[in-house]
């Protein structure tokens, strides 16, 4: 069944936010600290190994440079943090609705596993990436919702809207996105990854969402400059 990986992907993520939320209550401040700082230790470490794969360093520094223009000028982080906000107006009392949806979004949709995962669902494959990245985005959901609320459960918005995309353009991907192409956006994703886990461990907030584009300006620079 077509988005079968990205429903068992959402399915995965509400049960860890129910879970975490439930939970959240018998967890001190110190715990969500320090289970704040493992998983942005974990997310580091997954950033880090997927931007160090790329072998065209020169279309990663283009991708983020012209991608991080083109974010500015949409302001992707400006829309996201007001419907975040809007929905913080509308649970008020919850937690921080905004901040939690806002980072697991992030952290959810950016990455090898949500690009490759809903390529193999949309060519016909068994999911078999989607069923790992559920279980890795379940237990971060629990983290995440016991820690910034449960605005984290609204991620699952832009999870199906992500990742169901690309499953349904797979046909047109099996061209344009080569081996190639592949390594780059997903180097381009892991250096965003690295932006998160920053955040994640309270080092420093960067415009993670207005660097969005630059995983799929990468694309076009790989194919321009014939490296496809």
Request: with cysteine; glycine share 16%; net charge neutral.
């Amino acid at each position: 069944m077509i988005l079968q990986g990205t429903l068992v992907n959402i399915v995965a993520v509400i049960v860890g936010c129910l879970i975490g939320r439930w939970g959240g209550r018998f967890l001190s401040t110190q715990m969500r600290q320090t289970l704040m700082a493992g998983l942005g230790l974990a997310v580091l470490l997954i950033g880090l190994q997927l931007a160090m794969k790329s072998q065209q360093l020169m279309i990663v520094i283009g991708g983020l440079i012209f991608g991080g223009f083109i974010g500015e000028l949409i302001g992707i982080e400006r829309h996201l943090e007001a419907f975040g906000a809007g929905l913080q107006k509308r649970f008020s009392g919850l937690g921080s609705v905004a901040e939690g949806f806002v980072t697991s979004s992030l952290l959810f949709c950016v990455g090898a596993m949500a690009i490759m995962g809903a390529l193999q669902d949309g060519l016909g494959g068994k999911p078999t990436i989607l069923y790992a990245k559920s279980a890795l985005d379940g237990v971060a959901a629990i983290a995440l919702t016991s820690t910034l609320g449960i605005g984290v459960i609204f991620s699952i918005i832009p999870l199906l809207l992500y990742q169901g995309s690309i499953t349904l353009v797979a046909d047109l991907a099996k061209t344009v996105l080569t081996e190639p192409v592949i390594t780059e956006m997903n180097a381009v994703g892991g250096l965003l990854i690295v932006a998160i886990s920053l955040d994640l461990m309270g080092i420093k907030r960067l415009p993670v969402g207005n660097l969005l584009p630059a995983v799929f300006v990468v694309i076009g620079l790989v194919w321009g400059f014939g490296l496809a």
